[in-house]
């Protein structure tokens, strides 16, 4: 599962290049799939508070959108 997604992030990347791309955390905010997006150095875009709790429980990321 994880391949997939790194593989179709890294379609996204260069249709996008130039572009940060950010996956927000109200469209899916499953750990296991969060923690894949993030380690494919997609950023996260968490709005709330709850999201933000979200995602201090799967990693530290250095930037917050």
């Known amino acids: 599962k ?7 992030i890294e379609k996204l990347k260069s249709c996008f290049e130039g572009f940060t ?4 955390l109200k469209a899916n905010p499953c750990k296991e799939l969060v923690t894949w997006i993030i380690e ?3 950023g996260v875009d968490a709005d709330s508070i709850n999201e933000l709790v979200t995602l201090n429980e799967i ?4 930037e917050l959108y």
Do not use: F, N
């Open 40 to 42: 494919s150095g997609t």
């Open 21 to 24: 791309l950010l996956y927000s």
């Open 2 to 8: 994880a391949e997939v997604v790194h593989k179709q």
């Open 59 to 62: 990693a530290l990321v250095e």
